[in-house]
T-cell receptor
Framework: EAQVTQNPRYLITVTGKKLTVTCSQN?????MSWYRQDPGLGLRQIYY???????DKGDVPEGYKVSRKEKRNFPLILESPSPNQTSLYFC???????????FGSGTRLTVV | EDQVTQSPEALRLQEGESSSLNCSYT??????LFWYRQDPGKGPEFLFT???AGEEKEKERLKATLTKKESFLHITAPKPEDSATYLC???????????FGKGTRLSVIA
């Protein structure tokens, strides 16, 4: 089944403890992206990648890092999480950044 | 600033009561307009892509249309299972990221 897989689905952590949210797609898509979704603010892009070793900042990149060493994987790294990063995170992919994205099921992150 | 605005924020319909959701955009050089459905706690699910004014796409009880300034998602004879948040997003020329609206939360009551 074609899909984008994120892990974990739920995560509660403490301020300052580094964490990684993994994202993997099995559709050979070149484009991958991370979004966060907050009530009243909608979906906002954090980072995106047009291809392996190519990443760019989205609208809200502060406090996040990404890497794209392989085509299928696009992990999101929070080096020192803070409570304002509590949110619902989605990974998405598409063939070339054009057209409809396939989204993962989401990761609900709580930073206390 | 490029913007996508959806209205209404929330819509409550009786089963079988047709209606339309609106998505207006103020982006120059629109490459595509996209509609998604999102169920609570899940990722958005892609529904339609519209590329040019006058274009229409249909799927079951849903029909999406596009003009030069806005898009409509028409829901004909909705059922309770159509209850969800519907998101629209615009993409500018080139491989620029999607700009999402905040969504319309649709509730269909049996």
């Amino acid at each position: 089944e074609a899909q984008v897989t994120q892990n974990p689905r739920y995560l509660i952590t403490v301020t300052g403890k580094k964490l990684t949210v993994t994202c993997s797609q099995n559709m050979n898509h070149e484009y991958m992206s991370w979004y966060r979704q907050d009530p009243g603010l909608g979906l906002r892009q954090i980072y995106y990648s047009m291809n392996v070793e190519v990443t760019d900042k989205g609208d809200v990149p502060e406090g996040y890092k990404v890497s794209r060493k392989e085509k299928r994987n696009f992990p999101l790294i929070l080096e020192s999480p803070s409570p304002n990063q509590t949110s619902l995170y989605f990974c998405a992919s598409s063939p070339q950044g054009i057209g409809g994205y396939t989204f993962g099921s989401g990761t609900r992150l709580t930073v206390v | 600033e490029d913007q996508v605005t959806q209205s209404p924020e929330a819509l409550r319909l009786q089963e079988g009561e047709s209606s339309s959701l609106n998505c207006s955009y103020t982006v120059s050089g629109l490459r595509g307009l996209f509609w998604y459905r999102q169920d609570p706690g899940k990722g958005p699910e892609f529904l339609f892509t519209l590329y040019s004014a006058g274009e229409e796409k249909e799927k079951e009880r849903l029909k999406a249309t596009l003009t030069k300034k806005e898009s409509f998602l028409h829901i004909t004879a909705p059922k309770p299972e159509d209850s969800a948040t519907y998101l629209c997003a615009a993409q500018l020329s080139g491989n620029t990221p999607l700009v999402f609206g905040k969504g319309t939360r649709l509730s269909v009551i049996a």
